[in-house]
Structures are given as structure tokens and as C-alpha cells.
């Protein structure tokens, strides 16, 4: 979804009806602050379902005329059940100052996170203090693949880095209820108007070595298709022999 060209189809909406009133009590006030389109779901999809361990996707169109102070994204059991996990996370860098922004991030849910439906808010606070918030039921399903201990980077296996011409270090320890069949290392990132794009990739095939359990340990080459100076997604994509696949993504800075 390209949340900047929503933005800009609201407001020019907005002008549209403004211009048509004749009347002064006919007028209508376009909101200052407020949330458009709010999308979840597992990989980068908007399905609102995650299961136990994964990384969520969401993404909406954020603005606020008095300039973005803070993005919240929260999410809880209903009132009245017990869980002992849930999230609050505050989001300033790339957003704060702002009037408009494309809001994207990935954040991971909690193998302790129970099966069942959360709720998920989703806050904007301006510079003024007003706050504006959009909520969604995201469904938590049960787990069939699991990745965790997760290490990359270049000069070191956790500096999180990628260098231009030299292989990227990837650790992780994968362990699935089915059969392994496949773990593949992407770097990704999105384009407006044309979605997610796929630049680098190596696969790693376990079919057939009857493994439920790995010490994972694999590179991948950087080329060119990446950019100094740019930060990008680094994806995990585990399948079992079902076919099911979890999907992992972490943020990849290019030296």
C-alpha cells in the first residue's frame, strides 16, 4: 500500500468538499491528526492473524498538522483476561517532526503470547499532546515453527551490518514440529507503487535430512542491488515439509 498517495487522495478530498460548501455553517473541518488505513498481519500481509513467535507487519497513514510527536503501538488481551505477555512500543525515529508519514514496522510476538484474539491500538500524539488512536482484533494462532537467538552481521556475527562486496553472517537456532524442509535468507525493501522487492537471496534446503531441529549457520553474498547508507529488512523464511513457513524480519544497515 502506498500510504502516501492515500494521504494525499483524503486530503485532496477534503479540499473538494470544502470548495463545494456555499454556506459558512455548511463548512466542513478536516481533521488535524488521525490514522488512515491500518493494516497487520503475519510476513507483509494485512490477513490480521500472527502465529505464536511471529513478526507482524503494520503499516498505516499517519498525519497530524501540529507535527508527529510519538507512534504507539500496543497490544493486549481483551479487559477481563489473563495473559503474561503484551506489548508497548513507541516509535519517533523517521516519524517525529512530521506532518504526513508512511508508518511501517515489524514487531515480534512472543512464544508466550496465548492463543487467542488481542487487541491492537495503534496511537499517534502531536506535538500539542492530542493523541488520536485506531484499534484492530489481531488473532494469535498456535506456533509450528520456531527461530530465536538470531544473529547477523559482517565485521562481527551481531553488528547487524551489511558491507557492499562481502558475505553477510547469519545464526539462529530453528526448531519446527514438522520436518525442516527449507530456510531461506532474503534482503528486502519496499517500493511505493510497486510493494516489497526482493534483492538479495540464497536458500538452504534441508529436504530429506529428517531434521525438527538446527543450529543454523549460513552467508549471503551482498552485491550492488544494495545501497550505501541505506537500512533495508533482512528476512528469515522457514518451511517445514507441510509447507508451513514462519516469517522473521530484522533491520539490516548497509556501511
Same mark, same amino acid.
Given at each position: 500500500m502506498n500510504?502516501?498517495?492515500?494521504?494525499?487522495?483524503i *486530503?485532496?478530498g477534503?479540499?473538494?468538499?470544502?470548495?463545494?460548501?456555499?454556506?459558512?455553517?455548511?463548512?466542513?473541518i478536516?481533521?488535524?491528526l488521525?490514522?488512515?488505513?491500518?493494516?497487520?498481519?503475519?510476513? &507483509?500481509?494485512?490477513?490480521?492473524?500472527?502465529k /505464536?513467535?511471529?513478526?507482524? &507487519?503494520?503499516?498505516?497513514?499517519?498525519?497530524?498538522?501540529? #507535527?508527529? #510527536?510519538?507512534?504507539?503501538?500496543?497490544? *493486549?488481551l481483551?479487559?477481563?483476561? /489473563?495473559?503474561?505477555?503484551?506489548?508497548?512500543?513507541?516509535?519517533?525515529?523517521? !516519524?517525529?517532526?512530521?506532518?504526513?508519514?508512511?508508518?511501517? /514496522? &515489524?514487531?515480534?510476538?512472543? !512464544?508466550?503470547?496465548?492463543?487467542?484474539?488481542y487487541?491492537?491500538?495503534?496511537?499517534?500524539?502531536?506535538?500539542?499532546?492530542?493523541?488520536?488512536? #485506531?484499534?484492530?482484533?489481531?488473532?494469535?494462532?498456535?506456533?509450528?515453527?520456531?527461530?530465536?537467538?538470531?544473529k !547477523?552481521?559482517? @565485521?562481527?556475527?551481531?553488528? @547487524?551490518?551489511?558491507?557492499?562486496?562481502?558475505?553477510?553472517?547469519?545464526?539462529?537456532?530453528?526448531?519446527?514440529?514438522?520436518?525442516?524442509?527449507l =530456510? =531461506?535468507? #532474503? =534482503?528486502?525493501? *519496499?517500493?511505493?507503487?510497486?510493494?516489497?522487492?526482493?534483492?538479495e537471496?540464497?536458500?538452504f534446503?534441508?529436504?530429506?535430512?529428517?531434521?525438527?531441529?538446527?543450529?543454523?549457520?549460513?552467508?549471503?553474498?551482498?552485491?550492488n @542491488?544494495?545501497?550505501s547508507?541505506?537500512?533495508?529488512?533482512i528476512?528469515?523464511?522457514?518451511?517445514?515439509?507441510?509447507?508451513?513457513?514462519?516469517?522473521?524480519? !530484522?533491520?539490516?544497515? =548497509?556501511?
Amino acid at each position: 500500500m502506498n500510504y502516501s498517495t492515500y494521504l494525499k487522495s483524503i *486530503f485532496i478530498g477534503i479540499l473538494v468538499m470544502l470548495a463545494s460548501c456555499s454556506k459558512e455553517s455548511d463548512m466542513v473541518i478536516p481533521p488535524s491528526l488521525g490514522i488512515v488505513n491500518l493494516e497487520f498481519g503475519s510476513g &507483509h500481509s494485512s490477513d490480521k492473524t500472527i502465529k /505464536q513467535g511471529g513478526n507482524i &507487519h503494520i503499516g498505516a497513514a499517519v498525519y497530524a498538522e501540529a #507535527k508527529i #510527536k510519538s507512534i504507539t503501538v500496543e497490544i *493486549f488481551l481483551k479487559e477481563g483476561k /489473563q495473559s503474561d505477555w503484551k506489548l508497548k512500543e513507541v516509535f519517533t525515529e523517521k !516519524y517525529k517532526g512530521a506532518k504526513e508519514v508512511s508508518f511501517h /514496522q &515489524h514487531v515480534d510476538i512472543s !512464544y508466550e503470547a496465548k492463543v487467542t484474539d488481542y487487541i491492537l491500538v495503534m496511537t499517534v500524539e502531536d506535538d500539542l499532546g492530542n493523541k488520536k488512536a #485506531k484499534e484492530g482484533i489481531l488473532k494469535v494462532l498456535p506456533y509450528t515453527i520456531m527461530v530465536k537467538n538470531v544473529k !547477523y552481521g559482517t @565485521n562481527t556475527n551481531d553488528d @547487524n551490518l551489511a558491507v557492499i562486496g562481502k558475505d553477510l553472517s547469519v545464526e539462529a537456532y530453528i526448531e519446527a514440529k514438522n520436518e525442516l524442509s527449507l =530456510v =531461506v535468507l #532474503k =534482503v528486502s525493501e *519496499f517500493v511505493p507503487g510497486e510493494g516489497w522487492k526482493t534483492l538479495e537471496r540464497k536458500d538452504f534446503d534441508y529436504t530429506g535430512k529428517n531434521l525438527t531441529k538446527v543450529d543454523f549457520k549460513g552467508s549471503l553474498p551482498i552485491t550492488n @542491488n544494495l545501497q550505501s547508507g541505506k537500512t533495508y529488512d533482512i528476512d528469515i523464511v522457514v518451511v517445514d515439509k507441510k509447507k508451513e513457513q514462519l516469517l522473521r524480519y !530484522y533491520t539490516l544497515k =548497509v556501511a
